[in-house]
């Protein structure tokens, strides 16, 4: 006999967990204690939040399962966000939170919470367990659900006593969940039909999403791409899918796209969209998307398909397994007159910005885009910055950025760096923050000194919250309204008292000469850049507007 | 339009609030919905009333049949199906009106299941426009209460909607 805290641990290390990041409390002490002589190393972070946001940038960055462990009430609390991340960028992470124990549940006890209610509309699943024995089989369950499918955040929610109860240990090789079956095979008809259509097209275009990453079809989607020589633009979270330096890559679509992947889609005949929602962010109005296209839809939730555009081919299943299905079908062909045409818009319309004094963002995320070749691993936050690096940073393989794409999470990039640089420790991993973005999680500082971990950090510090700036330019008259920062520490001099090496820049050529020594030098940096701070994110297409009416 | 759905899910705690929770994030309507156990004590039915479009009852299903403890989900409306709901209404009924109300439950066979001193409680069983045909022509008495269980349906004839062997969802 063994306490279910035991087991809790032991299940852990059956399904391959290397590490957890987490934060004790009283409801979660019987897990905790087991954690003490347990293999697996436990990560202490400073807010929970910071330990789902560290699962999930190791989850991104590995391809494996994210666990974070957390206490009851505000423990369980301060995870909802991170939650609701992963979530929404299917994430696959294993959540265990402690909970008073069964006798209180209902009670209004202290820290006690509903958190499998409140975390219903952002988990794949949750789980409140009141039965010790069943304890394994959930654990088993969970990391099925988590990583299977459409992978995505799996809470399990254990009551003290019931971690503190006793059973007879017995992990289960496999589960059944009557209610869960996913497709993983495209229906093979459909996928002949994908081929014909292929044919009959003459301007291809292939959307590339997030879960061409997630089921490692990054092979694949370079083979179809060639063989059929279709240009392939990309959504934020499918870049590093297909080399962003391809002559067929297009980079990114969308709201702040490129015009001429925007382009090329609104003109495209044939748009294949490969594990894509078709997200808000990529298609503008959806009027106005791909209007002479005809649409294939692969993506393995069926729940996606037809929910934002009516595609004329529905294909549910896995992205890779429908692509090893569909290319034997496939003969090669040439782009002709269409890559032409598309070679022309990347000539006549490519991204640019304006080289004048002072130290540009693009220039930042050229410079570190150049100077690392694309190798290592990029974490962003969320707002300008991170449409810069989306737009100037040239990804070349999956799962090299890390970035909250869905739900737009400021403060993500921190913790889910260090989380990055635990899942890929021989990586180069650079953190691209914004002077907002990064005082919202800077806590977690903490957590990296205290882990030794080299990541290099870059904040864009623009001294306010440049996206939220830009929405009001152009949306509000310029009536600027609560997004200067008339105070932010220095954030070198922030970066000194946690141990790290801090450098102030203000020039393009002052960056120039410490990037590479920041980037080569042993241990953790932080350069904050102190770049023009009214510099706008273009092409931008307004509300109401069609993809390939964006200004600039 | 409206669509009666049938949905076989486990019969777990919460498994309610996340359909429900479902119906209200999404903004789709419920216009009823009954749940019960069926043959199978591990697994409830519920009967979902819901007004949608085409496309929205699209997602409404795709959404449902997400959701982990949901078994299996079923468009019935444009099947063969037999469907009823029951009804209370407590009706004011004066001894002089009696026997006007109980002439117009028998044309309903409805019943009459109880008689206080100024009140009666009919029961009636039957389909939805049957129900609101009786509820319509006892309104003139003054209907005090009234509660509708909400309709349950099943498809006729051997078809049928069980989680026996391989009709568990795909």
């Excluded at chain 1, 044919?199 to 059929?228: D, F, M, Q, W």
Aim: hydrophobic share 40%; with cysteine.
């Amino acid at each position: 006999m063994i306490t279910v805290g035991e087991a809790v641990i032991r299940c852990l290390e059956k399904e391959g967990v290397e590490l957890v990041f987490g934060y004790p409390g009283g409801a979660v002490l019987p897990v905790y204690d087991a954690l003490h002589d347990a293999k697996i190393k436990h990560v202490l972070v400073r807010n929970e939040q910071g330990a789902v946001h560290a699962a999930n940038g190791y989850a991104r960055a590995t391809g494996r399962v994210g666990v974070c462990v957390a206490t009851s009430g505000p423990g369980a609390t301060n995870l909802v966000t991170g939650i609701a991340t992963a979530y929404m960028d299917s994430v696959p992470i294993v959540l265990i939170t402690g909970q008073v124990p069964t006798v209180q549940v209902g009670t209004d006890a202290f820290q006690e919470v509903d958190i499998t209610g409140i975390t219903m509309p952002i988990t794949k699943h949750n789980f409140l367990v009141k039965d010790p024995a069943v304890v394994p089989v959930v654990i088993k369950k969970a990391f099925h659900l988590a990583r299977t499918g459409r992978p995505g955040p799996v809470l399990i929610d254990l009551p003290r006593d019931v971690t503190a109860a006793e059973i007879e240990f017995e992990y289960p090789e496999q589960v059944q969940l009557k209610g869960y079956k996913p497709t993983f095979k495209g229906h093979p008809s459909q996928i002949a039909q994908a081929a014909k259509m292929i044919y009959e097209s003459t301007r291809p275009v292939i959307l590339t999403g997030g879960g061409v990453i997630s089921s490692g079809a990054a092979p694949e989607l370079l083979k179809l791409a060639e063989i059929i020589s279709a240009p392939v633009a990309s959504t934020l979270m499918g870049l590093g899918g297909f080399p962003g330096d391809h002559k067929l890559s297009l980079g990114m679509a969308g709201l702040h796209g490129t015009r001429y992947a925007n382009m090329a889609i609104t003109n495209s005949d044939l748009l294949i969209g490969l594990g894509v929602r078709f997200a808000d962010r990529v298609t503008g109005t959806v009027g106005k998307f791909a209007p002479k296209a005809r649409v294939i839809h692969v993506d393995v939730d069926p729940a996606e398909i037809g929910k934002n555009v009516q595609p004329h081919l529905p294909i549910v299943g896995d992205v890779k397994q429908v692509l090893l299905t569909l290319l034997p079908l496939l003969s090669p062909r040439e782009g002709g007159d269409w890559l032409a045409e598309v070679a022309g818009y990347k000539r006549d319309y490519p991204l640019e910005y304006t080289r004048e004094n002072g130290l540009k963002p693009q220039y930042v995320i050229e410079k570190l885009s150049g100077v690392t070749r694309g190798e290592g691993i990029v974490v962003t936050d969320v707002g300008q910055h991170q449409m810069w690096v989306a737009q100037y940073f040239c990804f070349k393989y999956p799962r090299t950025l890390v970035t909250s794409g869905g739900l737009g999470c400021m403060g993500y990039g921190l913790p889910a760096a260090i989380g990055a640089k635990f899942g890929r420790p021989e990586k180069q991993v650079i953190l691209v923050s914004g002077d907002g973005s990064f005082q919202m999680m800077m806590t977690e500082l903490g957590t990296l000194a205290e882990q030794g971990l080299t990541l290099k950090i870059f904040i864009l510090n623009n001294k306010r919250l440049g996206m939220v700036r830009q929405l009001q330019e152009f949306y509000y008259d310029k009536r600027y309204s609560a997004v200067d920062f008339s105070f932010s520490p220095d954030f070198a001099a922030l970066a000194g008292i946690y141990g790290l090496s801090g450098y102030t820049v203000d020039t393009g050529a002052a960056f120039d000469a410490v990037v590479e020594e920041v980037l080569a030098g042993e241990g953790p940096a932080l350069v904050n850049c102190l770049v023009e701070p009214e510099e706008n994110v273009f092409p931008m297409v307004l509300a109401g507007k069609g993809l390939d009416e964006a200004i600039d | 339009m409206r669509h009666t759905l049938a949905v076989l899910v486990e019969n777990n705690p919460g498994v309610l609030a996340r359909v429900a929770g479902l119906f209200s994030r999404r903004g789709f309507n419920i216009e009823s919905l009954a749940v019960g156990r069926t043959e199978n004590p591990a697994v409830s039915r519920m009967t979902i009333m819901v007004e949608a479009d085409d496309r929205v009852l699209e997602q409404v299903i795709k959404q449902l049949r997400k959701l982990i403890e949901v078994l299996k989900v079923q468009d019935v409306t444009k099947e063969e199906h037999v469907d009823r709901e029951l009804a209370l209404m407590k009706v004011n009924a004066e001894p002089a009106k009696r026997a006007e109300i109980i002439q117009i439950v028998e044309i309903f066979r409805a019943h009459i299941v109880d008689i206080g001193r100024k009140t009666m409680i009919v029961e009636v069983t039957g389909d939805e426009g049957k129900v609101n045909a009786l509820e319509n022509a006892l309104r003139p008495f003054g209907l005090k209460e009234l509660v509708r269980t909400g309709k349950v349906a099943m498809l006729r004839g051997t078809r049928d909607m069980t989680t026996n062997g391989k009709e568990v969802e795909e």
